[in-house]
Each structure stands twice: as C-alpha cells, then as structure tokens.
C-alpha cells in the first residue's frame, strides 16, 4: 500500500494545547491525566501488531473486527484468530466504521484539511463499495442509532462548522447539521437509549439529546480530565470509556459526577519525537468468551484487549449487543 501523507485532523487543538500545557515539539507529554488510577486488575494483551497507524473499530459479532489504518488508508478486517486482511486500499484518511448486519459503512476525509470526505458502505459478501455521501468536512466518529441511523461527527475547519450530521440508510435521508456541536469527533450511545456522548476539540465529553440535539451538557472536562478525547464507548451501568491521544490512554468517566480515571496509559507510536496525533484512538467493547473486554486501537498499529476485573461490568449500553 502506498503511504499517505500524515493526516492533520487534530493539528490546531494540538498546537493549542502544546502552548497551554509544555508539549514542545519533540517533547514527551507532560498533560495531566486524571489524578485516580484504576488500572488495577485489568489484564493487557495484544490482537495484533505492526499494522500501521489504527484509527478506529468495530466488532464483526464474531470475534473479529473492521479497522481503519488513517495514514496508509485501508478497511481491513481482523478475525477472531488475529489474522490481518486488507479489504479496501487507497482511501483517502479512513475514520469511523460500523458494521451494520452484512455491512460496513466508514467514513474517508478525516483531518482538518484534508479533500472533502465521504461516507461509504463496504459489502461483506461481495466486496463492494458504495460512496453514499460526498463533500463531508472532515468526517471522523460514526455511530448507528437504535433506530439505525447513521451519525457521524465533523472536525474539518474547511468550510462552516456541520457539527454532527445524520444519514438515513433506508432512504438516503441526509440532515448535514444534526447538532450544531462544533469540531466533534468520538460518538457513543448512552444507557438511556435517549442521548448520545460525544466530545469536542475543548477537551470536553457532552451528553446530546437525541431529542434535542442542539442543546448538549458538558459531563467531563477540565480540571477531571486534562486530555484530547477521540472515540468513546458507553455500558448499560452507565460508564463511559474513552481513548485519549495526549496520554495514549483510556479512562474512564463517570459522566453523572465527571469523575475520570486511568486504566492504561503509554499506548503512542513509537519514535524519537512526538508527531501528534499518535496516542490511543478508539474503544469498543465486543464480546470475549463469556463476557465482554474493551478493544483499543492506537497509532502504534496495535488492537489491545483490555479485560476488565471482577466487579466491573462491560455490557455495553446498545441493548442489541
């Protein structure tokens, strides 16, 4: 596969936050993550490695899963065994995935200057791709509703703020501002079944009405959590996790106080200087034997499962899971 040009999508929030909290160029991160650690207990291996530089995840139901690789720009499928397979070359900054029954939609144009992006269905059975959408503005979080709509979250800088914009496979339906969020980037379902969470180039987690979408609550946020969140899944006890690519971490984030902890950190590709963004990028939980594990992509070309300690409880909040 011919190598991309490393994407931009989180350039200016970066440069922000190197000026207000010491991360020079080259410089190891020196942010705070939340002050608790609740790392104890929790088991670290390793899916697969060496894949280049992994954005985003979703569970096959199977086992395995559809990863997007931003800088090398793939779909590619990882199955239960760990074997890695390329399915979809020469996409232009893949981001979010979601496999829906014998589909996988994914988003293509992640970053904040990248050509206009797209939204794009991948047939399981036959191969083939359908470009549903065009002309998004930097495309990056894509979660599908109960009711199996398709949102996905906008962090381009191109042209005006789209926010978070809703897709209707059914019918081709398309609202291009959902929420007027601005520069939004992970998308997870709440417990509820009536909001989502999502965060922002502030470094704050929001809950979004999905019944009044323009008027979002901030759950998480400075001083709690000192981060650069990107993808997020929530369980139905009402737990957030959420990747960080300041730290390489994954916390979690009780969005009814905003408490935030750490259960891994370090998860950065590797090198002699920081070229951000380079941390942990998504999370999703998928079942592991009996139960269930968080699944954590990062910029190192590594999958992880993370399996939790006894009295933590990973059902994930979507009821169909």
Same mark, same amino acid.
């Given at each position: 596969?011919?190598?991309?040009?490393?994407s931009?999508r989180?350039?200016?929030t970066?440069?922000?936050?190197?000026?207000?909290?010491?991360?020079?160029?080259?410089a190891?991160a020196v942010?705070?993550a939340?002050s608790?650690?609740?790392?104890?207990?929790w088991?670290?291996?390793?899916v697969?490695?060496?894949?280049?530089?992994?954005?985003?995840?979703?569970?096959?139901?199977?086992g395995?899963?559809y990863v997007?690789g931003?800088?090398?720009?793939?779909?590619?499928?990882?199955?239960? %065994?760990?074997?890695?397979?390329?399915?979809?070359?020469?996409?232009?900054?893949?981001?979010?995935?979601?496999?829906?029954g014998?589909?996988?939609?994914?988003?293509?144009?992640d970053?904040?200057s990248?050509a206009?992006?797209?939204l794009?269905?991948?047939?399981?059975?036959?191969?083939?791709?359908?470009i549903?959408l065009t002309?998004l503005?930097?495309p990056?979080?894509?979660?599908?509703?109960?009711?199996?709509?398709?949102l996905?979250a906008?962090?381009?800088?191109t042209?005006?703020a789209?926010?978070?914009?809703?897709?209707?496979?059914?019918?081709?339906?398309?609202t291009?501002?959902?929420s007027?969020?601005p520069?939004t980037?992970?998308l997870?379902?709440?417990a509820?079944?009536?909001?989502i969470?999502?965060?922002?180039?502030?470094m704050?987690?929001f809950?979004?009405?999905l019944?009044d979408?323009?008027?979002p609550?901030?759950?998480?946020?400075?001083?709690?959590?000192?981060?650069?969140?990107?993808?997020?899944?929530a369980?139905r006890?009402?737990?957030?996790f959420?990747a960080?690519?300041?730290?390489?971490?994954?916390?979690?984030?009780d969005? %009814?106080?905003?408490a935030?902890?750490?259960?891994?950190?370090?998860?950065?590709?590797?090198?002699?200087?920081?070229?951000?963004?380079d941390?942990?990028?998504?999370?999703?939980?998928?079942?592991?034997?009996?139960?269930?594990?968080?699944?954590?992509?990062?910029?190192?070309g590594?999958?992880?499962r993370?399996r939790p300690?006894?009295?933590?409880?990973?059902?994930?909040?979507?009821?169909?899971?």
């Amino acid at each position: 596969m011919a190598r991309r040009p490393r994407s931009r999508r989180l350039g200016a929030t970066l440069l922000t936050a190197a000026v207000a909290m010491g991360i020079g160029a080259g410089a190891t991160a020196v942010a705070e993550a939340p002050s608790g650690s609740c790392a104890n207990g929790w088991d670290v291996s390793t899916v697969v490695s060496g894949v280049g530089n992994l954005e985003n995840l979703d569970t096959d139901g199977a086992g395995g899963f559809y990863v997007t690789g931003i800088v090398d720009g793939y779909l590619a499928h990882i199955d239960a %065994a760990g074997k890695f397979e390329t399915l979809v070359t020469g996409l232009d900054h893949p981001a979010g995935v979601r496999v829906v029954g014998r589909s996988v939609y994914f988003l293509t144009g992640d970053g904040l200057s990248e050509a206009p992006g797209t939204l794009r269905r991948y047939d399981i059975d036959t191969g083939a791709v359908t470009i549903l959408l065009t002309e998004l503005s930097g495309p990056n979080g894509l979660l599908e509703l109960p009711d199996g709509d398709l949102l996905f979250a906008t962090i381009g800088v191109t042209g005006p703020a789209t926010g978070i914009s809703r897709y209707r496979p059914s019918t081709g339906e398309y609202t291009k501002v959902w929420s007027n969020l601005p520069w939004t980037n992970g998308l997870a379902l709440a417990a509820d079944g009536k909001s989502i969470y999502t965060d922002n180039m502030t470094m704050r987690v929001f809950r979004v009405p999905l019944g009044d979408p323009d008027n979002p609550t901030v759950v998480a946020g400075p001083p709690n959590l000192i981060a650069l969140p990107d993808d997020m899944e929530a369980t139905r006890a009402g737990q957030l996790f959420v990747a960080d690519q300041i730290q390489g971490a994954v916390y979690q984030i009780d969005p %009814a106080t905003g408490a935030a902890c750490t259960i891994i950190t370090g998860l950065i590709k590797p090198g002699p200087m920081r070229n951000p963004p380079d941390g942990a990028t998504s999370v999703r939980i998928a079942r592991d034997g009996e139960g269930w594990a968080l699944f954590v992509t990062s910029m190192d070309g590594t999958l992880r499962r993370l399996r939790p300690p006894s009295g933590i409880d990973l059902t994930p909040a979507d009821p169909r899971r």
